[in-house]
């Protein structure tokens, strides 16, 4: 089913696409920049998101083929539209050594397994602790914000060599995490003899 876009999206996009030439970025290199400075208002993404088109291109089958996919809080499955998640943070205890964000991704883990798509925006020790269980993820949006830990957890995501959409600064959060994935969603599914043009 094709979405229909808000005639202020479709102005906003124009506006963005008028100060930001995203032409030379692959298609859904492409869609997940231009979502994101769209989420953030903020051009300065389109330099420091990090991203692998082939990789973007395996999540989005995995995506579309029905893949869950997992949230570290609330915010961030609230933004994400047409499509169920899983977040665990309700169900999560902290305990020495261990917050509740990141028992939250070890729940969420016993329930999805491997192959799901998780979108970290909120805490970096989340972030940590996903790559601490080796999930053998779909796709890793690492997009938590923060000036503690929120760097170092998405150049850890960058070293673990699982593929991922990340950040190289600070910057991050809930809405950027949940337009990663959106940007994935809303991209059309070619049909099954072609690539994504």
Request: net charge negative; proline share 6%; hydrophobic share 50%.
């Amino acid at each position: 089913m094709n979405r229909v876009v808000h005639p202020i999206e479709q102005e906003s996009y124009r506006r963005l696409r008028a100060r930001l030439d995203t032409s030379h970025f692959p298609p859904l290199t492409r869609a997940v920049v231009e979502r994101v400075v769209h989420s953030a208002a903020d051009l300065e993404y389109a330099s420091d998101l990090v991203m692998d088109e082939g990789e973007l291109v395996a999540a989005h089958a995995a995506l579309h083929a029905g893949a869950p996919v997992v949230t570290d809080v609330e915010m961030v499955a609230a933004g994400i539209t047409r499509r169920e998640t899983v977040c665990r943070l309700a169900d999560a205890k902290s305990s020495a050594g261990l917050t509740r964000s990141a028992h939250a991704v070890r729940l969420a883990y016993e329930e999805v397994g491997p192959g799901a798509l998780w979108v970290i925006g909120c805490a970096p020790t989340a972030l940590e602790e996903l790559l601490a269980l080796d999930v053998s993820p779909a796709l890793v949006v690492g997009l938590p914000v923060g000036f503690v830990g929120a760097a170092e957890s998405k150049a850890a995501l960058r070293e673990s060599g699982l593929p991922a959409v990340s950040n190289v600064s600070e910057k991050g959060g809930s809405a950027v995490a949940a337009a990663a994935l959106n940007a994935l969603l809303y991209h059309p599914v070619p049909p099954a003899s072609e690539e994504i043009l």
